[in-house]
């Protein structure tokens, strides 16, 4: 079982970036990870999974289902002896190399039970910690949802966008290192923003962050039928 002695020296040098699924998050982790000072995991959900057996097999079969590629911090360094494949040596073991470690995750639908183990998982063991977190337009987030998965329910889709925006605003006063990104402000200067907050240097790609990263369907085209329905929803949530 993990412990507070396990990650207690990972704390100050933890880096998580979280959001609602398709909010932007995998956008500023490919940009901070080219950091040389920065390795962040692609969504282990730490929170749930921390205590898997064999978290460095685990995690390297649920990349594999996500069909990714090799690309930095989608695999975990193995462990030296047996018996030190827990998450928090893997992150051990990427502390000795990076300053700063962690990971990418996402709040999805089908996770919301499990949504209030963050906060309490994080303050246990990383209340010290870097978070961005990233808010998108609650009818953009679910528009994306909906053209990438067109059997979603987008009325509860709404739902959990708030549920999400809860727990991030509830984050945002617990951690004293917490900052809240706004996706349609998403631009080139937010990675050496966020740089400079971390103190670390910036070795990023000019073109990295595009305009068309930052879908605008809201100023650009038509609400398709389905999301219509529900359009007025949204813009409650946003008040």
Known sequence: MSSIKESENLNKQ??????????GTTILWRALNTFPDVCML???LLFENANVPDFTQWYRERIQSYNMGNHKGTYPPAPRID????AFNSLKRMAEVYRYVGEKLVFQTSKNHK???FIPFHKKHFPDSHYFFIVRHPVETIWSIY???????IGL???FWLWSLKVMLKAMVVFPNAYMIIFEKLTKQTPQTAADILGI????????????????????MSLPEPIQA????GELCTE
């Open 157 to 159: 889709g709404y739902q």
């Open 230 to 233: 529900h359009a007025k929803a």
């Open 147 to 153: 053209q990438r998965w067109p059997d979603s329910e």
């Open 42 to 44: 692609y969504e282990p």
């Open 201 to 220: 240097s910036l070795q990023m790609p000019h073109d990295m962050i595009r305009r068309k990263s930052r879908n605008t369907n809201l100023a650009t």
């Open 115 to 117: 949504l209030n183990a």
């Open 14 to 23: 933890g880096l998580f970036i979280a959001g609602n699924i398709r909010s």
């Open 83 to 86: 018996g030190e494949n827990s």
